[in-house]
Structure formats: structure tokens, C-alpha cells
């Protein structure tokens, strides 16, 4: 039997780590909130006592935490992850971080003789719980035919991106477009109704043509197109926007430091950012449509 | 057998005049340019004696000239369409021009008693060729449905959008979309490559993911993933970045008078403008890439 | 004595006029609305009995009305005043409107034998009321030298600045800058505060540095810094808004048509957009600040 | 005599030290570039003999490296600023970084029983050869206090922003305006020539409008308006485009940080690095305006 470590039982590490139990491993969790590791156990989940316990013979271990300095935090402070785990255990980082901070954590793991990768996930809560999330995965080949079996247990898209840190940059590089996308399609389902277009002709036309894309089509910010798009039910995420404004900033982080010009997605960023700002960063992304729409003007 | 008069025999005009001639109407065409008549006639088109001539006792009348002031002159001139059809013919335009001009002009034409529509086209001079065109299509139900039979000849999807114009506004709603879906699209794929990301796991993640659009599957940006992308043949057009470029003015112009705020789109179309500065115009629009992946900095 | 004809009697209109009579010129009014016509004779102003009535035997004409269709129809319409004024009577219009209609006005009146400027003002409601309005002036020489001593009734400074519709130019070319420089200020603002600065330290800063403008001197857009700037009387105009949009929407028509790309100048005028569409159209532009820094995030 | 150890000789290092020196204070300097430290000797400046021994017994010490990670290298690495100095060395951080580091250092500095400002200068290569820089400064009042004195002999304007960190803060806040009022204006001036406007009077409407800038008055962009400014040197810098670059992107990173939306500063940061990943990056920030006037679309 497998045995694998959890870090992080938040929102997406609690059921990834049941969907592992549920395949059959024996999964122990580890939490610095007391509150998440007790609704880890309310759902049947087992929990560790500490972290040094937790490593302890793990074949793997699997960290799902906020951001890069909690990635950082977690491996490399003393009495870290790197402190205690035996160098047989695999390491998987699924937080979706800043590159540089991944590289960084995936170079001090690996002259310390370990394997490890960087493997963010696409899909939410319910893609998590339905375990059918798309991993994009950073590492070597190896280490990437190591950690299929276990991905597998809790998505359904396993992808070998390349290098250490190429699995955040394919999750950014999908999400800025995506958020891009998702805004300027709403720029124009408004100004197409203020031209006379009913939104169902717009829908109809767009889906067909040259602006066809996946957030026309699964998440059709207008509602009444799509049935299952989260509009239809008052834009309850979903992706929310706050998360949406994360990784667009992630993104921008990355375009930065490598020195590359990206004026729509930098738009697009700052425009994300009103929109948490302006109180509505739990609803999904698409609900960027209310923001657009606004008319007030006389 | 149904008499239909074409004014404006370019690019566009010529193929989709032949078109209607092969499916068995009576097709006589007039253009301002000698030139144009003559490349008409070595085609095998008819060309008539004059604007009046050509009129004389038509069906339909079909506009395909370059822009709003050409339109406004062709049918509202003293000598010009309304001066010399009947009542009874059907006027179509299928130029593309600016909303407010297609109004205008629908407007003086049913004040004087006629049927109009606007019938924009989208695919290029290929599509054209292939009577594979999409009409949008804007006027009365009555109107479109006389227009219908005739533009089958030429196109194979013929979409009604709404009252007049609003052939227009659904053309320019989609290709402001088209050109910032590109754009962004390519700023994703620099980013990536600079992270160390092969162009084809960009590809393969974010065709399968939220980034998925049009522009992506049909028209990649970056050689050798898409093989009938204009991006394999140097960016031959396909749709000309020139072209883009007066499609995504017309999408800003429309939204400045409705008093719709489109900060991407208004973005996309400063890019595509830059692009055409720098005498690249003539490209597809999808060699933008070239434009931002450009890195002489060291 | 000199005699003037206005055309336009609204907020600018009427005190331009009141200064000119007060130079001792005579004046005589019209406008279309009656109750435009009643303020200007509450004022003290005379209005005459229509428009042909108003222009017999003018010496100056001057339009002062809201936008290029209304100087297109005073000037154009059957028996508009280029039907009714004398051959002498100089032409000058201080509205403020896109270049295009203000060159085709101005060739139109040309041809008809007139001598014309455009002659758009900077300075609102309280610079006309003071006659301290900034004219800048398009035309010829001649034209710009006759029309000087009837502008300088009303402003003070009287700039010529070149041929037909550099007038309207030169004034969109200032007011793009002017808007621009205001939003990004109003960044720089909210920025600095959030990351610890005193609003007086980042005044004192920018005030002495490469940051430096009019937007930060004269309409410093945080209350408490520059006594007389609007942001102090709770941003009432000033310069509203609604009319930033306006002016910066002229300059993205005059960029479009000739195939300019402005990029900021495009961003700004889509975030001033959308300040009016949020119903903050009639505050001082420097409200901006207000959008910006909100933050109901958490 | 009072004691200065400046760790960081390049070129804003080299003349500030030498002009401390030139105050009449002891100055010693260290690079880790032998070729800098060459550089330095040659010049007249006394060179140490390592880290520790130039730190021995000073009572300041300057640092001007040139990014965050080499500050939070040179102060918090083994063997680094604070494993030598003495606590009453008062520590000076004049480089141009990130506030989060700056900050972090500033923490372990005073946790380490040190006083330490951040510096950073405003003003290039002449204005440290001429001691005519800005400095502003970052800390307590109580260090501030003590720092001034020995600022003095290096620039002429020292500001005191607020605590640990607001230096940096202050500087990026003036400069992500500098570099958008520059390149708006830098549109305007294209636009406003393809109207049809002589630059001198874009210039002579703009100096005296609500367009005023430093932009205009000091760095004008098109050659020939004011002698002094870079473009008429062939757009020698100046502040190089590279320079802003990293300037506008601090800017951003501190806004992404903050939940800060700078729609209009992400697209001048966008707009600086396609400058420089054009090769132009060595050339004054002011020459964003060939950029922006290139066409050659016909």
C-alpha cells in the first residue's frame, strides 16, 4: 500500500485527498489551521500528529497551500518539509505559485536528493471532488512517471509540461488567456446590445466565427445562452474572481521577470482588480459582464 | 430569371458576382475603376453601360465597396442608386462600414420607399471564391427573406441578426473579439516560451483547457502546430492585420457613440494600428506574434 | 459699432456673449430652444427673430453649439447660415467637435466665399464668465487676424494655431494629454497610500520631480493638497467628466482616421467611459481618483 | 573624521563616493568587480581590502547594488553587512529595488539592533557626478536625522517619506507617472503632427494648457523644441528606457502586491518593454516617441 503525506486540507486539499484514500491509498493530512484539520477529519480523512509524523516512511507528498511563501515556508524552513521527509519521498508541490519560487523550491529539493514536482491544477472545488482535475505537471521524466499514478487518482488530464516550474507557466499562460478572453467577449455582448443585437444573435454568431472560444461556449457570461455557465445561477463561482485576479497577477509576475511585453493581459489583470476591489472578487470571473454593463450615465 | 446589379467589382465583389451568375442569374456589374470593369469582363462577368444602365429594371442591387463614405455616396448621390432604381428593387449591402452610416443610409432608402438590408460578410477572398461566405444580416424579416436566395449563391450561412445595422454590429461584436482573443493569444505564447514551455504543450494545454478559442485552433499563431494556419505560410493572409485593423476602428468607433467603455478592444486595435505602422499590414493578423515575441533587448 | 451673431446660448454660449456685449460690441443671439433664448434675455442679452433675421448684416458669426452634427446642420441645412450670412460676415466656430466634420464645414464654407475659423475654447463655465478662455484658433492668417480682436473680448489667450481644423486638433491633442496625466496620477495616489506614503509626501515628491504636471498642481485629484482644486469642493466641475469623455473620444476619432496609435490615450478614455457609466459624469474628471481608489475587497 | 564604507562602485556608486570623499569624509569602497573596484582606484577612491575590513569601524555604510536580490545578498548572507558591521553603523540602502525587500531588510536589520534607511536617488549619471541628486528617504525620523548630513554631500534635495520602505515607494510613485505622462504625450505629438499641427505649437498649447508637464517642459520628445532635452542629443540618455523599464515594473510589482489597480502605468510598462525588446533600451525613455511616430504602412 502507498502511503502518502498531505499538506494543505483547505478548500482543494480536502477532497483531492479523499478522492487518494478513496483509490486506495493510506492517506495521513497535515494542517496549521486546527479548524482544517478537523473538517478533514469530519469528512473521514486521518490526520497526522505534526508534520514530522506525517513524513514519516511516505512514499509521497503533496502540498496544496495558498501561495509561494507558504510553498517556500513549507519546504524549506528549519523543521520543514525538507528537515524531515526521507529522500525516497516524492515531492509534489499542486499550489499554484509564482515560477521563480517554484524553481527555487524545486532546485533546494533537488541538491538535497530529492525528486520533485510542480503540479497545479486546472478545474475548482467540484472538479476536485469529482476528481476530475487537470494537472499540469513540472519536473523531470522520471519524476513526472512517478507522480502519474497517484494524479490520477484525482484528475483526469495528467500533462508533462516540461522542466521544473513549466507547470505553473502552462497553468498562467492558459489563464491569462482565459481571463482575456472571458473580458473582452463581455466588452462585446454589451456594446452588441447597445447596437440593437439581441444577446442569443450575438451568441449565435460569435460561437460560429473567428471570436469562438471556451468562454463563450462553458461560460457564456450573459445569462439565459448557456445553462450550465455560471451566470445562470446569479455568477456563483465557478472560478472566482479573486482567484482569476491571482493567477492573471502570477501571470504578470512572470512576464516581468522574463522581460516580455504584454499589454492585453496586463489590461486585463487591472481590470480584475477593480473588480475584487469593487467588492464582487467572490463571484465568478465572468460576472465581469455586471461591471462592463453599468449604465448610469444619464 | 432573376436581374441583379452589382456596384463594386474589387477583390470581393468580382468572385461573388461570378458566384451568382454560375447559380443562374443575370449578373451586371459596375465599378468607378476601369480597371476593375476590365479584370470583371476577363473573368467572364457582364458589365453594364453606366450606373443607370446597369439599374435598369434589376431585382437586386448589391453594394461591395471599401468603406461608410463610399456607401453614402453610391446610394445617396444625385445621379447615384436611389436616383436611378425602382422601388421595386432589393437593395443589399454587403460592405463593411460603420453603424451609423449603414442606418443612415437604410433610413433615406425605406423614406423613399424601399426594401434594404445590410449584409456584411465574413471569410476572405478564398470564401468568397468557394461561396462559402457567412452573411449577417440586418433590415426587416421581409426584406431578409427576399435577400436569402440570392445570398445562398454565394455563402453558405446566413444569419438574420435584427433591425437594420445590425448586420453590421454583429460583424464588428465578433472580429473585436477575433483580434483580442489573437493578440493575447500570442503575448501567452512568447510568455511561455521565455518559461521554457514547448509552443506545442501551450498548444496541447490550452486547446483543452478555459484558454481554448477560434484563433488558437484554427489560425495558431505559431508555425508548425496548426498546418492550414496562415502562421505555415508565412503569414500569407488569410485576414489581412490591415483589415483587422479597419474592422476593430469600426467595433471602437461604434462604441464611442454608444457610450460603451471597451478598454481591451480600444487596446487590441492601438496594437493592430502599431503593427500596420510598422508595414506589416498586409500580413495576417495572426503574425502580430512576430510583433511581440521581437527581442533584440541585450 | 461691430455687430455679432451668436448661434448657441447655453452655458458658454451666453456668458461669451454677455463679454462681447460688455466690449461694447452689438450682439444678438439665437438659439433653438426657447428656454435658452429666455435665460440669455434674463441676462440681459438681446435675441433676434430667427436665424436670418440674427445674421443681417453681421460682422461675425460665432456658433457655440454641443457636437459636429449640430455645427453640420447650422452651417449646411437649407436655409442654414451659410443661406442666409453675407459674403463679409466672418465665420467662427468655438464648438468643440471632431476634426473630420470641422474641415468639411469649414471647405464648405470656403467654397461658398467665406472666410471661416475653428475656434475652440479651453476653460469652462467660470473662464467664459471671467473672459479668460484660452481660443485655439484654425484658419488662414487673415482669417485669424480678423477674428483676434472679437475673440480677445472673451479670453485671454489667442493662439493661431495653423490651417482649417487645427483649432479643434490642437485642442483635443492638449485635452487626451491632460486626461491621461490625471488617471495615472490618480494610480500613483492610490498606490503610494497603500504602500505607507503620507498624500503631502507624495505631493511634495512628484511636485519637485519627473512626475510633475498641471493635473498634480492645479487639480491635485486628493482633497487637502491644492486649496482651489475641485477635489476640494467634493470634485464639482471643473472640467466634468461627461466632457473629458467627450474631448478624449474626439481624439481617439481624429486617431482612428488617421492611423495613429494611442494606446494610453485609448485606455484613458475607455476608464473616463466608464466613470460616467458608474453615474459620476457630472463630477470634476479629476473624481477618477474616487474609482480607483476604491476598495470593498475584504 | 566620519567614516564611510560604500559597498557598490558602478556607475552612480563611483561618483557618489567620490563626491563624499570630496566633503571631506574617509571613504572606502568594495565592489565584488575587480573591474570596478579598478575603475574606482583609478578615480582617486581608496579601495578595501574585503567586506569585513571596509566595514571596520565605520560609521556608515552605503549600499548601491543594482536589485533586490543583490541587497538582500550584500545585507543577509553569511558573510554579508550584517554578520560584520558594528551596530552603531548606520546602514544606507541608495539602490533602486522592490518595497516588499527593502522592507524585509530594513526588519532583519533593526531585529539585528542596526538603524537603516532605504535611499534610493532620483536623478542619473550627471546628477550624481554633479551631487545634485534627490534622495528619498525611508526609515525613522531618528535615523533619517542621522543619515542627512552625510546625504547632503551627494544630492540636493533629501526627503524624508515615512518609514522603512517609503523611499522606495516615493520613487516608484514619481516615476510610474513620469514614464506614462511621457508616453502619452509622446502620442499626442504624433497625432497631433498627422493633424496637420507644427510641434512648436503642440509645444507652445500644451506648456501653457492642463497638459503641463515636467515631460514637456524638461524631456521634450520631438527634437528642436527644448535644447536641453535628450532628443536633441540624438536621444542620449537621459534615463534610459531600460531604466524606466525597471522602474515601471517595481511600480507594478508593488501594485500587484497591494491589490492595487494602475490600468494606464501596466500598458506604459507594456509599451517601455516592447522599447527596449526592440533594441532600444539604452536610448532616453523619451524615445518611446519614435516608437509611437514609426509608419511606414504604406
Request: glycine share 10%; net charge negative; with cysteine.
Amino acid at each position: 500500500m502507498t502511503k502518502i503525506a498531505v499538506v494543505g486540507l483547505g478548500n482543494m486539499g480536502r477532497p483531492m485527498s479523499l478522492n487518494m484514500a478513496k483509490a486506495g491509498h493510506e492517506v495521513i493530512g497535515w494542517d496549521l489551521s486546527p479548524a482544517a484539520r478537523e473538517a478533514f477529519t469530519k469528512d473521514g480523512g486521518r490526520v497526522g500528529n505534526g508534520l514530522e509524523a506525517v513524513l514519516d516512511s511516505a512514499d509521497f507528498l503533496m502540498t496544496m497551500v495558498p501561495a509561494g511563501p507558504q510553498v517556500r515556508s513549507a519546504y524549506l524552513d528549519d523543521g520543514g518539509i525538507l528537515s524531515h521527509a526521507s529522500k525516497d519521498t516524492l515531492l509534489i508541490d499542486s499550489s499554484t505559485i509564482d515560477v521563480e519560487t517554484s524553481r527555487a523550491v524545486n532546485q533546494a529539493a533537488t541538491a538535497a536528493g530529492y525528486q520533485m514536482v510542480d503540479a497545479p491544477v486546472s478545474g475548482a472545488v467540484p472538479a476536485a471532488e469529482a476528481a476530475t482535475l487537470t494537472f499540469m505537471v513540472g519536473g523531470t521524466k522520471e519524476a513526472f512517471d512517478r507522480a502519474k499514478p497517484i494524479l490520477e487518482a484525482m484528475g483526469k488530464n495528467i500533462i508533462h509540461a516540461g522542466p521544473a516550474g513549466t507547470g505553473q507557466a502552462a497553468k498562467i499562460c492558459n489563464n491569462m488567456v482565459a481571463g482575456t478572453n472571458m473580458a473582452v467577449l463581455c466588452e462585446s455582448f454589451v456594446l452588441g446590445q447597445k447596437l440593437g443585437l439581441d444577446p442569443q444573435v450575438i451568441f449565435d454568431v460569435i460561437s460560429k466565427s473567428s471570436g469562438q472560444s471556451w468562454a463563450l461556449n462553458s461560460y457564456c457570461p450573459v445569462p439565459g445562452l448557456v445553462s450550465t455557465a455560471p451566470s445562470n445561477q446569479n455568477y456563483k463561482a465557478g472560478f472566482a474572481a479573486r482567484l482569476m485576479t491571482k493567477d492573471m497577477t502570477l501571470a504578470q509576475q512572470a512576464a516581468q521577470t522574463a522581460g516580455v511585453a504584454t499589454p492585453l493581459a496586463a489590461q486585463a489583470r487591472a481590470m480584475y482588480q477593480m473588480m475584487v476591489n469593487s467588492g464582487a472578487g467572490d463571484k465568478d470571473f465572468s460576472a465581469i459582464y455586471e461591471m462592463l454593463a453599468e449604465d448610469r450615465s444619464s
